[in-house]
């Protein structure tokens, strides 16, 4: 079956970084988008990055960009998303997710349109 392993989450001060991985298994990872949402306390899910299978095309929200970049190991099955910078407002529960080939547009989509998820990694920012 299909299993997704996001792992890397912390607490960290403003300014600082971490490394987010996202493991997978069960199916044929290089013909698969991969997305990194996040939910915050009281908040609604939101898109942050995302790259597209084949081509490695990566997106990102307007407030990542800058700070985040996405990447891909296929050969690892893995998704990794840098985080450079960080402030309060990227503190939550940091999941990742695929769909079919790419990301979708326009970037940020919707949580519904990714068809696997992750158990999620916390990720905490102090100020």
């Known amino acids: 079956e299909v299993q997704l392993q996001a792992s890397g989450g912390g607490l960290v001060q403003a300014g600082g970084s971490l490394r987010l991985s996202c493991t997978a298994s069960g199916f044929t990872f290089d013909d698969y988008a991969v997305g990194w949402f996040r939910q915050a306390p009281g908040k609604e899910r939101e898109g942050v990055s995302c790259i597209s299978s084949s081509d490695g095309m990566s997106y990102y929200r307007d407030s990542a960009k800058g700070r985040f970049t996405i990447s891909r190991d296929d050969a690892k099955r893995t998704v990794y998303l840098q985080m450079n910078s960080l402030n309060a407002e990227d503190t939550g529960v940091y999941y990742c997710?695929?769909?079919?080939?790419?990301?979708?547009?326009?970037?940020?989509?919707?949580?519904?349109?990714?068809?696997?998820w992750g158990q999620g990694t916390l990720v905490t920012v102090s100020s």
């Open positions: 997710a695929i769909r079919d080939l790419f990301c979708g547009t326009p970037y940020p989509t919707p949580p519904a349109d990714f068809d696997y």
